[in-house]
């Protein structure tokens, strides 16, 4: 009895060690090795931009087994591609084509660089760099200007050679255009030529484009400027991918009438019932005449006008394009700056509990972007510096909230755009006014505290302060 249990004993400690042996539950340990990269070559000594390029690679490892092969095309420092590739065994080879696109910003006679890392399956890795392939600037000794809809393109000079600045003169057009900038043209009527390089709208800015990619119109740039009466000039940065335009700039009005100047139910606004609006240009110092609206120092915009008369005040912002909105059942003109206009140039308001600085006052705003009844533009007054002017009022809350219902935040931007706000926790601020922590940064008041009357603010990015001082 003793030897059949030392037996089975026996057969199942045999039986344990085979298991712990098991060659799946074992990590094999390699001795040390670096990988090599036994060949790198590029097929092209030269390629033109929009080439592609043709790698072939050899890697080996004689003692432990190969893991991975990390690959990245690199033009002037930028990265044009890159692929981590599975490598395995003791020897590989691998085989790629990459393209490389003609972008902004790609100088001549530039290398184009490879860099390869090989890992093995203990993590040694070898590196290496190819840079035995030359990148030249497709050349094309004509650029044309093709506008959307004409009989035929227009010739730009070159202007500046070392630069690659194309320019013309002397042009005919509004205030926008649209069109592709074609380095060959059909004759004899000068129409785009697509066998030849094509600029056009690539993503946000302008790139080279085709007719295959892209539809005729998809593919073409728009280019606005609304401060000038046309556009007579027209710059392209060939090098850097950039478009100006330039002519006679808008001269700043000096009457306004709200009703005959300003349209009824503007687009702009989500919400326009009752306004009449427009973008007009207002010079910085400029006395305007106004008509159809009475009592200035009530019924204009405080931070972007001096009253100098009966009917005329001075315009306190920055030579500009703006919007003019006339809250017709108010007698009221709101000015605010464009609004795609972004920080550092404008800051945006947005809340409750503030309204126009216009008696008889009233709290007229909400969480909403749709018109001026809902939000406020400041003004620039300084290098970070921006004011604006409003009337507030607090009321206590209804519910357990121990902030009153005045309440907004200041935005970078016109409209929802989270991560681009200005927190005001960070800031000093004027009593009672507070900037609590972990309420987005919003301006408060305790929902006891009583308040009723105008305040202009001023917004210290430089000092990070935050100052209210009652007018009314």
């Given at each position: 009895m003793k030897n059949t249990f030392k037996y089975i004993l026996i057969a199942g400690l045999s039986t344990f060690l085979w298991a712990c042996?098991?060659?799946?539950?074992?990590?094999?340990?390699?001795?040390?090795?670096?990988?090599?990269?036994d060949t790198a070559v590029v097929k092209e000594a030269q390629i033109t931009y929009g080439d592609s390029i043709h790698l072939k690679i050899a890697?080996?490892?004689?003692?432990?087994?190969?893991?991975?092969?990390v690959l990245r095309v690199v033009c002037n420092n930028e990265v044009v591609t890159s692929e981590t590739i599975r490598t395995k065994g003791n020897s590989m080879s691998i085989n790629r084509t990459f393209k490389v696109p003609f972008v902004a910003n790609r100088p001549d006679n530039t290398p184009v660089k490879i860099y390869l890392t090989e890992t093995n399956v203990s993590g040694i890795t070898k590196d290496s760099i190819i840079s035995t392939t030359i990148a030249k600037r497709p050349a094309f000794p004509e650029l044309w200007l093709v506008t959307d809809g004409t009989a035929r393109g227009v010739k730009l000079d070159l202007t500046d050679p070392v630069n690659l600045i194309y320019s013309i003169k002397g042009l005919t057009f509004g205030t926008t255009i649209s069109y592709k900038l074609a380095t060959k043209v059909k004759t004899p009527f000068k129409k785009l030529d697509w066998s030849g390089l094509v600029f056009g709208k690539v993503g946000d800015g302008v790139g080279v484009t085709d007719s295959i990619s892209n539809s005729v119109s998809n593919a073409s740039i728009i280019t606005t400027?609304?401060?000038?009466?046309?556009?007579s000039e027209f710059t392209f940065d060939?090098?850097?991918?950039?478009?100006?335009?330039?002519?006679?700039?808008?001269?700043?009005?000096t009457t306004l009438d709200v009703i005959a100047d300003l349209l009824l139910n503007p687009a702009s606004l989500g919400s326009p019932t009752g306004f009449r609006g427009g973008n007009i240009y207002f010079g910085e110092g400029v006395e305007v005449t106004f008509s159809n609206i009475t009592n200035l120092a009530n019924n204009l915009s405080p931070d972007?006008?001096?009253?100098?008369g009966t009917n005329t005040a001075k315009f306190l912002g920055k030579t500009g394009l703006y919007k003019a909105y006339f809250l017709t059942t108010a007698n009221y003109l709101y000015i605010e700056p464009q609004p795609e206009a972004l920080y550092p140039d404008v800051v945006w308001v947005c809340g409750t509990g503030f309204g126009r600085p216009q008696s008889p006052y009233a709290s007229t705003s909400s969480w909403n972007w749709n018109s001026p009844l809902d939000y406020y533009a400041t003004r620039k007054i300084a290098n970070g510096i921006y004011q604006v002017t409003m009337y507030c009022k607090n009321e206590p809350s209804t519910d357990t909230?121990?902030?009153?219902?005045?309440d907004f935040k200041f935005f970078h931007k016109r409209g929802w755009w989270d991560g681009h706000e200005l927190w005001v926790d960070t800031y000093t601020l004027t009593p009672p006014f507070l900037g609590p922590t972990g309420v987005g940064g919003n301006v408060k008041l305790l929902s006891a505290t009583v308040l009723d009357g105008v305040y202009r603010f001023t917004v210290n990015e430089n000092?990070?302060?935050?100052?209210?001082?009652?007018l009314n």
């Amino acid at each position: 009895m003793k030897n059949t249990f030392k037996y089975i004993l026996i057969a199942g400690l045999s039986t344990f060690l085979w298991a712990c042996t098991n060659p799946e539950d074992v990590v094999v340990r390699y001795a040390a090795s670096t990988p090599k990269i036994d060949t790198a070559v590029v097929k092209e000594a030269q390629i033109t931009y929009g080439d592609s390029i043709h790698l072939k690679i050899a890697v080996s490892d004689k003692v432990a087994p190969l893991s991975t092969l990390v690959l990245r095309v690199v033009c002037n420092n930028e990265v044009v591609t890159s692929e981590t590739i599975r490598t395995k065994g003791n020897s590989m080879s691998i085989n790629r084509t990459f393209k490389v696109p003609f972008v902004a910003n790609r100088p001549d006679n530039t290398p184009v660089k490879i860099y390869l890392t090989e890992t093995n399956v203990s993590g040694i890795t070898k590196d290496s760099i190819i840079s035995t392939t030359i990148a030249k600037r497709p050349a094309f000794p004509e650029l044309w200007l093709v506008t959307d809809g004409t009989a035929r393109g227009v010739k730009l000079d070159l202007t500046d050679p070392v630069n690659l600045i194309y320019s013309i003169k002397g042009l005919t057009f509004g205030t926008t255009i649209s069109y592709k900038l074609a380095t060959k043209v059909k004759t004899p009527f000068k129409k785009l030529d697509w066998s030849g390089l094509v600029f056009g709208k690539v993503g946000d800015g302008v790139g080279v484009t085709d007719s295959i990619s892209n539809s005729v119109s998809n593919a073409s740039i728009i280019t606005t400027d609304a401060t000038l009466v046309g556009i007579s000039e027209f710059t392209f940065d060939a090098l850097k991918f950039t478009v100006k335009v330039g002519g006679k700039l808008l001269e700043p009005v000096t009457t306004l009438d709200v009703i005959a100047d300003l349209l009824l139910n503007p687009a702009s606004l989500g919400s326009p019932t009752g306004f009449r609006g427009g973008n007009i240009y207002f010079g910085e110092g400029v006395e305007v005449t106004f008509s159809n609206i009475t009592n200035l120092a009530n019924n204009l915009s405080p931070d972007y006008f001096q009253v100098t008369g009966t009917n005329t005040a001075k315009f306190l912002g920055k030579t500009g394009l703006y919007k003019a909105y006339f809250l017709t059942t108010a007698n009221y003109l709101y000015i605010e700056p464009q609004p795609e206009a972004l920080y550092p140039d404008v800051v945006w308001v947005c809340g409750t509990g503030f309204g126009r600085p216009q008696s008889p006052y009233a709290s007229t705003s909400s969480w909403n972007w749709n018109s001026p009844l809902d939000y406020y533009a400041t003004r620039k007054i300084a290098n970070g510096i921006y004011q604006v002017t409003m009337y507030c009022k607090n009321e206590p809350s209804t519910d357990t909230n121990i902030y009153g219902k005045c309440d907004f935040k200041f935005f970078h931007k016109r409209g929802w755009w989270d991560g681009h706000e200005l927190w005001v926790d960070t800031y000093t601020l004027t009593p009672p006014f507070l900037g609590p922590t972990g309420v987005g940064g919003n301006v408060k008041l305790l929902s006891a505290t009583v308040l009723d009357g105008v305040y202009r603010f001023t917004v210290n990015e430089n000092d990070k302060t935050f100052t209210a001082v009652k007018l009314n």
